[in-house]
């Protein structure tokens, strides 16, 4: 299975993907940590994530999957969200909390 093949299956097996720096529990860049609080904040505690740290083929591969060269990457429903200033815009409107429920 090529690197694209494997992401796509973690964001398609998974109502919620963050793809960040570190974990849910010790985020390793203040855009990740922006992420999680951000999940919290709008209801969601249950959602996948991949450390991007550990994951170096990963880490490559989702810039390409999503065309989006920054991280955190957030996925909802298999579909690719944003990074850390798109889901605090969609927190401010109400969309993020609506996307996840």
């Known amino acids: 299975m090529d690197i694209q093949q ?15 720096k570190g ?6 860049c203040g855009f990740s940590g ?3 609080e951000l999940l919290k904040a709008a ?7 991949v450390n991007i ?4 083929e990963i880490r490559q591969g989702a810039k390409e999957y999503a065309d989006w060269p920054t991280f955190p990457q957030l996925y909802i429903n298999g579909e690719f969200i944003g990074g850390a200033d ?16």
Do not use: N
């Not at 974990?23 to 390793?28: A, D, E, S």
């Not at 740290?53 to 170096?56: A, S, Y």
């Open 53 to 56: 740290l550990q994951e170096p």
């Open 86 to 101: 798109i889901m605090w815009e969609m927190y401010q409107a109400g969309e993020l909390q609506q996307a996840l429920a």
């Open 34 to 36: 922006r992420a999680v």
């Open 6 to 20: 494997k992401i796509d299956e973690i964001v398609k097996s998974h109502k919620v993907v963050l793809m960040m």
């Open 43 to 49: 209801g969601c505690e249950d959602y996948f994530v």
């Open 23 to 28: 974990t849910k529990q010790f985020p390793q």
